[in-house]
């Protein structure tokens, strides 16, 4: 569970993001400024006048009146409030579809509190993934196990009494905070099961079945359980059943001096209310880095949403790799890493999770990432929460904070390459041998065959299938011409609407597309070429290329390429102070490889083969299978539209080869797909202007978030034990 931003929501009013990520909630805090509108008395929120330039700060625009302006059409995301992480998500054996879940959360603070504390799931339908029917509050806090709030779980389709069963981190007491001293008994995982379907969740009437976390620890966190089954954990552990039928549960955890952990705890003999500590299968030491750090990031000190997927090159694959996706925080100021590790498990006191490549599942927003298998195709599908990028109260002037991102397929991605030095590092790529096996890159059990081919794997991510079946709900598509831009870049043909200025760091050069979309949600498809000469090549240091995403009225976004040093990078020059969002460039690392194509044949470098899509502020970018950035682009301008080529040559290149770049298969559907097409259009049925609850509830809701207030104070781990363990050591 990504606790921060359900429990700072608030205290971004009047302090620093950094500040407030520390900070515990104020109690009996004043109200904001403008903070309510009477939804009573039919009083509606002016909207901005977005042809003049954004106010200095959001105190003066009402709470509800950009509820549309950034607000996704595509995405997963509840009606008004907080959507949190995905949770819960789990396909029904009956053929009826999935259920994908988020927190839910309140952005308004209770009677003379702020803010609410309460944190729930909201959940909905879905029969591909993309499309989704409302099921509202599915599961809320207030049990003798969750008084605060409950976190992250999984679902298991036949458990507890044969009914689809969710384990979940059941929370007593805040702060909750990898950075604060850790408050004993603050999260358990405890158990519901689901008479409907997974409409609502039945808290079971019993104390949490994982009381706390393995003795000797300092603990940092103990939430977001993982179920899983595993025949190589089977074997390890000469377990007498039939294999791949055990439940295990991997717990997200830490050790604030030792380095992040994820305790293993398997079931007892079939019985849902005996587990048992098996060990720790990471073992990180604190804030270190598995690999080269701009590739593998860094494993800090606290694991969150840690979860477990078998690959193959098609998707899920029982006897495939080993994936484990997981958020780590503790080594990264403003976005916690998202991560991924592959591997397999091994003896070793008496299990490990041995890690063969580790790299980003979202080099930005995109976090507390989780998956749910389609067994119709095989698939493992794959969303993520899409954190927001205010520094002060915009999420209130939204009247809603986060989607999801769009589904992914995951998948095992393999490569044919060319044996180098490049190959033989310890990054986010594995060796795969002839039996299917893999090792680290920098294994010496695989014998160097420099200029030969080798089969490299990583962990694949692509969009869902069925987005593409989704263009035909384009208002509108068009083709643009290719182009190619080289050293003569003053003379291009298309210099009569061509742009260039020269900076210190070169010529940039924007050439329009000939047509551009009037609005912010789209698709863009392209391909880009470098001289493989480029490649690596300091001397080429300010050379790169790419795409106008979105520019005019002094606003742009440019998503390009520097092949100097391998990197992606996503520019957001808004309007908006950066005083009120982080409007900093995103950066990412993506090698373009020599790939065998076919058995046999020659080795050719990779293009850019690029996929991007924007709705409203959520912009995710996909290329070649394995690279995803997701961040938020705060436009104000309703012109600030148009799109183009984007180019950058050193000033004083020569080579008109080397410095070569072609743009192709440009394509662009603007006009996306509604992902609740029965949801009320009007926003005011939405909760946009102070109505928390949203839209639907289930009706009677037995699970409606609580809202604190000074009868009911917040736990603080004093006393009030609601079991005899609560209070043991």
């Given at each position: 569970?990504?606790?921060?931003?359900?429990?700072?929501?608030?205290?971004?009013?009047?302090?620093?993001?950094?500040?407030?990520?520390?900070?515990?909630?104020?109690?009996?805090?004043?109200?904001?400024?403008?903070?309510?509108?009477?939804?009573?008395?039919?009083?509606?929120?002016?909207?901005?006048?977005?042809?003049?330039?954004?106010?200095?700060?959001?105190?003066?625009?009402?709470?509800?009146?950009?509820?549309?302006?950034?607000?996704?059409?595509?995405?997963?995301?509840?009606?008004?409030?907080?959507?949190?992480?995905?949770?819960?998500?789990?396909?029904?054996?009956?053929?009826?579809?999935?259920?994908?879940?988020?927190?839910?959360?309140?952005?308004?603070?209770?009677?003379?509190?702020?803010?609410?504390?309460?944190?729930?799931?909201?959940?909905?339908?879905?029969?591909?993934?993309?499309?989704?029917?409302?099921?509202?509050?599915?599961?809320?806090?207030?049990?003798?196990?969750?008084?605060?709030?409950?976190?992250?779980?999984?679902?298991?389709?036949?458990?507890?009494?044969?009914?689809?069963?969710?384990?979940?981190?059941?929370?007593?007491?805040?702060?909750?905070?990898?950075?604060k001293p850790y408050i004993r008994g603050s999260e358990k995982q405890a158990l519901a099961y689901s008479e409907n379907h997974g409409k609502t969740w039945i808290k079971v009437d019993a104390p949490p079945v994982i009381d706390r976390p393995p003795p000797g620890m300092n603990v940092t966190g103990f939430r977001d359980p993982y179920l899983f089954q595993?025949?190589?954990?089977?074997?390890?552990?000469?377990?007498?059943?039939?294999?791949?039928?055990?439940?295990?549960?991997?717990?997200?955890?830490?050790?604030?001096?030792?380095?992040?952990?994820?305790?293993?705890?398997?079931?007892?003999?079939?019985?849902?209310?005996?587990?048992?500590?098996?060990?720790?299968?990471?073992?990180?030491?604190?804030?270190?880095?598995?690999?080269?750090?701009?590739?593998?990031?860094?494993?800090?000190?606290?694991?969150?949403?840690?979860?477990?997927?078998?690959?193959?090159?098609?998707?899920?694959?029982?006897?495939?790799?080993?994936?484990?996706?997981?958020?780590?925080?503790?080594?990264?100021?403003?976005?916690?890493?998202?991560?991924?590790?592959?591997?397999?498990?091994?003896?070793?006191?008496?299990?490990?999770?041995?890690?063969?490549?580790?790299?980003?599942?979202?080099?930005?927003?995109?976090?507390?990432?989780?998956?749910?298998?389609?067994?119709?195709?095989?698939?493992?599908?794959?969303?993520?929460?899409?954190?927001?990028?205010?520094?002060?109260?915009?999420?209130?002037?939204?009247?809603?904070?986060?989607?999801?991102?769009?589904?992914?397929e995951l998948f095992i991605k393999e490569l044919v390459v060319k044996d180098s030095d490049l190959v033989r590092t310890r990054a986010s790529w594995a060796i795969k041998l002839a039996n299917g096996k893999t090792l680290p890159a920098d294994s010496p059990a695989v014998p160097r065959a420099d200029g030969k081919a080798l089969t490299i794997v990583s962990?694949?991510?692509?969009?869902?299938?069925?987005?593409?079946?989704?263009?035909?709900?384009?208002?509108?598509?068009?083709?643009?011409?290719?182009?190619?831009?080289?050293?003569?870049?003053?003379?291009?043909?298309?210099?009569?609407?061509?742009?260039?200025?020269?900076e210190k760091d070169g010529y940039h050069v924007f050439v329009p597309f000939a047509k551009s979309p009037t609005s912010r949600q789209w698709e863009l498809e392209a391909t880009i070429a470098f001289d493989p000469s480029v490649l690596r090549q300091a001397s080429a240091t300010n050379f790169a290329a790419g795409i106008v995403l979105m520019s005019g009225?002094?606003?742009?976004?440019?998503?390009?390429?520097?092949?100097?040093?391998?990197?992606?990078?996503?520019?957001?020059?808004?309007?908006?102070?950066?005083?009120?969002?982080?409007?900093?460039?995103?950066?990412?690392?993506?090698?373009?490889?020599?790939?065998?194509?076919?058995?046999?044949?020659?080795?050719?470098?990779?293009?850019?083969?690029?996929?991007?899509?924007?709705?409203?502020?959520?912009?995710?970018?996909?290329?070649?299978?394995?690279?995803?950035?997701?961040?938020?682009?705060?436009?104000?301008?309703?012109?600030?539209?148009?799109?183009?080529?984007?180019?950058?040559?050193?000033?004083?290149?020569?080579?008109?080869?080397?410095?070569?770049?072609?743009?192709?298969?440009?394509?662009?559907?603007?006009?996306?797909?509604?992902?609740?097409?029965?949801?009320?259009?009007?926003?005011?049925?939405?909760?946009?202007?102070?109505?928390?609850?949203?839209?639907?509830?289930?009706?009677?809701?037995?699970?409606?978030?609580?809202?604190?207030?000074?009868?009911?104070?917040?736990?603080?781990?004093?006393?009030?034990?609601?079991?005899?363990?609560?209070?043991?050591?």
């Amino acid at each position: 569970m990504s606790f921060f931003p359900i429990f700072a929501a608030l205290l971004l009013l009047s302090k620093s993001v950094a500040d407030a990520a520390l900070a515990r909630p104020a109690l009996n805090a004043p109200a904001p400024v403008n903070s309510r509108i009477d939804y009573a008395s039919g009083m509606l929120p002016r909207t901005p006048d977005f042809t003049r330039p954004p106010p200095k700060d959001f105190a003066s625009l009402a709470n509800g009146s950009l509820f549309d302006h950034w607000r996704p059409k595509a995405h997963y995301i509840h009606p008004s409030q907080i959507t949190g992480d995905p949770t819960a998500l789990w396909t029904d054996p009956d053929g009826s579809g999935s259920v994908i879940s988020a927190g839910y959360g309140n952005l308004w603070p209770g009677k003379g509190y702020a803010p609410s504390a309460a944190n729930s799931f909201r959940g909905a339908k879905t029969q591909d993934f993309v499309t989704f029917e409302d099921w509202g509050v599915s599961l809320g806090p207030g049990g003798r196990n969750d008084p605060v709030a409950v976190f992250d779980g999984k679902v298991v389709p036949v458990g507890y009494n044969g009914l689809p069963t969710l384990m979940y981190a059941a929370v007593s007491y805040i702060p909750i905070s990898w950075t604060k001293p850790y408050i004993r008994g603050s999260e358990k995982q405890a158990l519901a099961y689901s008479e409907n379907h997974g409409k609502t969740w039945i808290k079971v009437d019993a104390p949490p079945v994982i009381d706390r976390p393995p003795p000797g620890m300092n603990v940092t966190g103990f939430r977001d359980p993982y179920l899983f089954q595993s025949k190589q954990i089977d074997r390890i552990l000469n377990e007498t059943g039939p294999l791949g039928k055990t439940w295990y549960a991997l717990i997200s955890s830490g050790d604030r001096v030792k380095g992040a952990r994820a305790p293993l705890y398997k079931q007892e003999h079939g019985d849902w209310f005996q587990w048992k500590f098996v060990g720790q299968p990471l073992t990180p030491p604190a804030n270190s880095t598995w690999g080269e750090y701009a590739w593998t990031g860094n494993d800090g000190v606290n694991f969150e949403c840690v979860s477990l997927s078998v690959l193959g090159p098609h998707g899920d694959d029982a006897e495939g790799t080993h994936v484990l996706t997981l958020g780590a925080e503790g080594n990264k100021t403003v976005h916690q890493w998202s991560m991924w590790k592959l591997g397999e498990w091994k003896a070793a006191s008496p299990v490990a999770f041995d890690v063969h490549a580790t790299g980003q599942a979202d080099w930005a927003n995109g976090y507390a990432c989780t998956g749910v298998n389609d067994p119709k195709l095989s698939r493992r599908i794959y969303y993520c929460m899409l954190t927001e990028d205010f520094k002060t109260d915009g999420a209130l002037k939204q009247n809603w904070q986060n989607s999801l991102s769009l589904a992914r397929e995951l998948f095992i991605k393999e490569l044919v390459v060319k044996d180098s030095d490049l190959v033989r590092t310890r990054a986010s790529w594995a060796i795969k041998l002839a039996n299917g096996k893999t090792l680290p890159a920098d294994s010496p059990a695989v014998p160097r065959a420099d200029g030969k081919a080798l089969t490299i794997v990583s962990l694949g991510q692509r969009p869902i299938s069925e987005l593409k079946n989704k263009r035909a709900d384009a208002v509108q598509a068009w083709q643009e011409t290719d182009l190619r831009m080289d050293t003569n870049v003053l003379k291009i043909k298309e210099r009569s609407r061509a742009h260039i200025k020269k900076e210190k760091d070169g010529y940039h050069v924007f050439v329009p597309f000939a047509k551009s979309p009037t609005s912010r949600q789209w698709e863009l498809e392209a391909t880009i070429a470098f001289d493989p000469s480029v490649l690596r090549q300091a001397s080429a240091t300010n050379f790169a290329a790419g795409i106008v995403l979105m520019s005019g009225h002094n606003e742009s976004s440019v998503l390009s390429y520097q092949p100097s040093d391998e990197t992606v990078t996503l520019t957001r020059d808004v309007a908006l102070s950066s005083d009120l969002i982080f409007k900093e460039p995103r950066h990412g690392k993506l090698r373009l490889w020599d790939v065998q194509r076919g058995k046999g044949g020659k080795f050719e470098t990779q293009n850019l083969n690029i996929r991007v899509f924007m709705d409203g502020s959520a912009v995710e970018v996909f290329i070649n299978d394995v690279f995803v950035l997701s961040t938020r682009v705060y436009y104000w301008h309703p012109t600030s539209t148009q799109m183009g080529f984007w180019y950058r040559l050193p000033l004083h290149a020569t080579d008109k080869h080397r410095y070569a770049v072609s743009w192709s298969n440009i394509r662009v559907w603007e006009g996306l797909f509604d992902a609740f097409p029965s949801r009320p259009k009007d926003p005011a049925m939405l909760g946009a202007y102070d109505k928390p609850e949203g839209f639907p509830q289930p009706v009677p809701n037995p699970n409606l978030p609580l809202l604190y207030d000074a009868s009911t104070p917040l736990p603080t781990g004093q006393g009030k034990s609601r079991w005899p363990f609560q209070d043991r050591p």
